[in-house]
C-alpha cells in the first residue's frame, strides 16, 4: 500500500504545472546570474581583488565554474524555501480545499500514511528541485566558466580551495541544503494539516522563515539564547564545506538540530491531522 | 441473523454548543438499498463522514462488519466505496488516471480490464482520456460511482448522489443504483434529501430530523407504498361532507372541507372518484396526487418541531 500511495503522490505533484514553476524560477536566476558573470564577471572578480592584489600576485582562472556556481548558491538557496513550500503548503490543504482529501480517506491508506507519503514526496520534490540546481547551476558553469580553485571571502580571511578540491564538498553543501529544504517542506506540511486552503500554510511558512532569518540576523543580546535553536541559524550550515578546515562539528550539530525540526513537526502534523475532521 | 455491513451505536456528534447528530443508531443488513432521508441539516452528511472515519464522533461508534471503525482503523475501509457531497475528483487528471490512481490505493490488485468494465457501466467509455475538469457534473458522478466501485466493495455509501444532475442525470443514477444493487448484490446506502428518489430505489428507510432518528424500517411498511394521497380542490360545497359520509370514499376519507377533500387510496381508483365528482356535480378546480413519502416526512418533522418547539412556546407565555 505504501508504495501506490507514494506513486500517486508524486504522480499528482508532477501532473500540476505549479510544480514546474520551481523548476522555471531556479533555471531563470541560474542563467541570469550566469549571464551576468560571462558579460563582467571579471570586473566583479578585480572588484573583489582590488585589495588583495596590491600584496599578492593572483592568477589563473578565478572566475571559473565553482567560484560562479558559489554565488548562485549564497543568492539562490534563501529563495527556494519559497518553492518548496509552494508544493508542501498545497499537499494537504490544497486537497482539503479541493475536496479530493475525503475521496482520499475513503480509500483504506490510514491518516498516518498519507501525511507520511506527502511528506516523502514533498521531500523527493525538494531534492529533485537541488538536483536541478546541481546540474544547471554547477553543471553548466563549468561548462561555460571551466575549472579552477576557488576562492572564498570569509568574514575575516580568505580561503583558497584547490581544484581538485572543491567537487566533494558541492556534493556535501547540496546535500546538507537537501536537510535544510526538507525542514522547510516539513513545516509546511505542518501548517498544512491545519487549514482547508493552500494560501494559508504557505504564507505562514513564509512568515515563520522571513521572521527566524531577522532574529538569525540581527546581532541583539535579547536574541542570543535563542538564536542557536533556530533552523534558520543552522540553515547557512552548509557553507562549512567551504571553510578550511571544514567545521565537522558545528555543522553535525546544525544537521541534528534540523534533524530535530523535522521529526518534531513531522509528529505533530500526523498528531493534528489524525484528530482534524474533514469536513470539506 | 446476518452481521450488518455497517453499524452505528449511539453516534454523537457535538460542535460546541450545537448537537450536530444525537444518539443515532441504525444497522444495514446486506443486500438491501438503505435509504438516509433528511431535510438539508439534518445530520445526514456529518453522519455518513463518521461512518467513513472523515469525521470523529463526540461518542458512540461504528463497526464495519462488526469490527469497530476506531479500533481496526482505515484497513475496513476496503469493505466500502463511497461517494461524499459530490465527487471532487482530480480535475487536472483524466477520468482513467483517476481510476487507476484511485484503484491502486483500494490495497487490491485490480485490472484494466475491470476498471474499463466499469467505465462501460457507468457509459464512460471512450470518454476516459479526457481530463476531469472538462466533465459534466452527470459524468464526475458516474465517474464517482466507477471509483467507488472499483474496487468491488461489499457497501456503497453513496451522499446525495443525484445532487446537481438533470432530470435525465437523475433517473440515469437511479437506474444505476438499482443495477448495482439487483445485478452486483451490492449494499448501498444512500443519503437524499429529494424523497421521490428514497422511495423510488429503498428498501429500508431511516428519516432523521436535526440530527435525531424519526423512524426507521422498510419502506412499504412506513409508507403503505401501494396507496397514495389524493386531494380534491373544487369550488366552495356546503354539502360536501354529507356526500362523501354517504358514499363508498368514507372510508377513505383523511380531511374534507368545503372547499377541499383528502383521501388516501390507490392510484387506480383516481379515475373513479373523477366520476364521481362529476356525477354529484362538484365544481372540481384541481386534483392531484401527493407522494406519500413526503407527505409522512412532513408530518414527521412537523411533529418533531412542535415537539422540540413547545418548551420554548410554554417559557415565552409564562414570560408574558
Known amino acids: ?280 | 441473523m446476518a452481521i450488518p455491513i455497517i453499524e452505528a451505536k449511539n453516534l454523537t456528534k457535538h460542535y460546541g454548543s450545537i448537537v450536530a447528530v444525537h444518539d443515532l443508531s441504525f444497522a444495514i443488513p446486506p443486500g438491501v438499498i438503505y435509504g438516509f432521508l433528511g431535510q438539508n441539516g439534518a445530520g445526514k452528511s456529518t453522519t455518513m463522514r463518521m461512518l467513513l472515519g472523515l469525521i470523529h464522533p463526540s461518542s458512540g461508534e461504528v463497526f464495519i462488519l462488526g469490527k469497530s471503525l476506531r479500533k481496526e482503523g482505515a484497513r475496513l475501509l476496503r469493505h466500502i466505496g463511497a461517494i461524499i457531497e459530490r465527487p471532487d475528483l482530480f480535475g487536472y487528471l483524466s477520468g482513467w488516471d483517476n481510476l487507476r490512481m484511485m484503484a491502486n490505493l483500494s490495497g487490491q490488485d485490480i485490472s484494466d480490464q475491470h476498471l474499463h468494465d466499469l467505465l462501460k457501466l457507468v457509459h464512460l467509455q471512450g470518454r476516459e482520456k479526457e481530463k476531469v475538469k472538462g466533465y459534466s457534473q452527470g459524468m464526475k458522478q458516474r465517474l464517482g460511482i466507477a471509483i467507488a466501485m472499483a474496487h468491488n466493495p461489499d457497501l456503497l455509501v453513496l451522499d446525495e448522489p443525484t445532487n446537481g444532475l438533470d432530470p435525465q442525470g437523475i433517473a440515469q443514477m437511479r437506474e444505476l443504483i438499482l443495477q448495482l444493487s439487483r445485478e452486483f448484490g451490492k449494499t448501498v446506502l444512500i443519503s437524499s434529501h429529494l424523497l421521490y428518489e428514497i422511495e423510488q430505489m429503498a428498501d429500508q428507510m431511516l428519516i432523521i430530523h436535526k440530527g435525531r432518528k424519526m423512524v426507521e424500517g422498510p419502506v412499504h411498511e412506513l409508507l403503505h407504498a401501494d396507496e397514495t394521497l389524493v386531494e380534491v380542490n373544487y369550488r366552495p360545497h356546503p354539502e360536501m361532507a354529507a356526500l362523501v359520509a354517504a358514499s363508498q370514499w368514507v372510508a377513505l376519507v383523511q380531511e374534507v372541507h368545503e372547499d377541499r377533500l383528502v383521501l388516501k387510496m390507490k392510484p387506480a381508483l383516481v379515475p373513479e372518484l373523477n366520476r364521481w365528482l362529476v356525477e354529484k356535480d362538484v365544481a372540481v378546480q384541481q386534483l392531484s396526487t401527493r407522494h406519500s413519502l413526503e407527505n409522512y416526512f412532513l408530518n414527521l418533522t412537523q411533529e418533531q418541531d412542535s415537539y422540540v418547539d413547545a418548551p420554548a412556546t410554554r417559557r415565552t407565555l409564562q414570560n408574558l
Open chain 1, 1 to 280: 500500500m505504501w508504495m501506490p500511495l507514494l506513486r500517486a503522490e508524486l504522480y499528482k505533484i508532477f501532473k500540476k504545472p505549479r510544480t514546474y514553476l520551481g523548476f522555471g524560477v531556479i533555471a531563470a536566476v541560474t542563467l541570469v546570474i550566469q549571464l551576468a558573470m560571462y558579460a563582467n564577471g571579471q570586473s566583479f572578480v578585480d572588484f573583489v581583488l582590488q585589495g588583495i592584489q596590491e600584496q599578492f600576485d593572483v592568477e589563473g582562472n578565478i572566475l571559473n565554474g565553482y567560484l560562479v556556481t558559489y554565488i548562485i548558491l549564497n543568492l539562490l538557496l534563501a529563495q527556494v524555501p519559497l518553492l518548496v513550500a509552494l508544493v508542501a503548503g498545497d499537499a494537504l490543504a490544497g486537497e482539503a480545499g479541493a475536496g479530493t482529501l475525503r475521496l482520499l480517506l475513503t480509500r483504506p491508506i490510514g491518516r498516518t500514511r498519507l501525511v507520511l507519503a506527502k511528506f516523502t514526496a514533498s521531500s523527493i520534490y525538494a531534492i529533485l528541485l537541488l538536483l536541478w540546481l546541481a546540474v544547471i547551476g554547477l553543471g553548466l558553469s563549468l561548462l561555460v566558466f571551466g575549472r579552477g580553485d576557488m576562492l572564498n571571502f570569509t568574514a575575516d580571511r580568505l580561503i583558497m580551495l584547490l581544484s581538485d578540491d572543491i567537487f566533494w564538498r558541492y556534493l556535501g553543501a547540496f546535500g546538507f541544503a537537501a536537510l535544510a529544504l526538507i525542514t522547510i517542506s516539513t513545516l509546511a506540511l505542518f501548517f498544512s494539516a491545519m487549514a482547508a486552503n493552500a494560501i494559508g500554510p504557505i504564507v505562514s511558512t513564509m512568515g515563520v522563515i522571513i521572521l527566524m532569518t531577522i532574529i538569525t540576523n540581527l546581532e541583539l543580546p535579547l536574541f542570543q539564547a535563542i538564536k542557536p535553536f533556530l533552523f534558520t541559524t543552522h540553515m547557512v550550515a552548509w557553507k562549512g564545506f567551504f571553510n578550511e578546515p571544514v567545521p565537522y562539528g558545528a555543522m553535525l550539530q546544525s544537521a541534528l538540530i534540523m534533524l530535530a525540526y523535522i521529526l518534531v513537526l513531522l509528529g505533530a502534523t500526523i498528531f493534528v491531522f489524525k484528530r482534524k475532521d474533514i469536513q470539506t
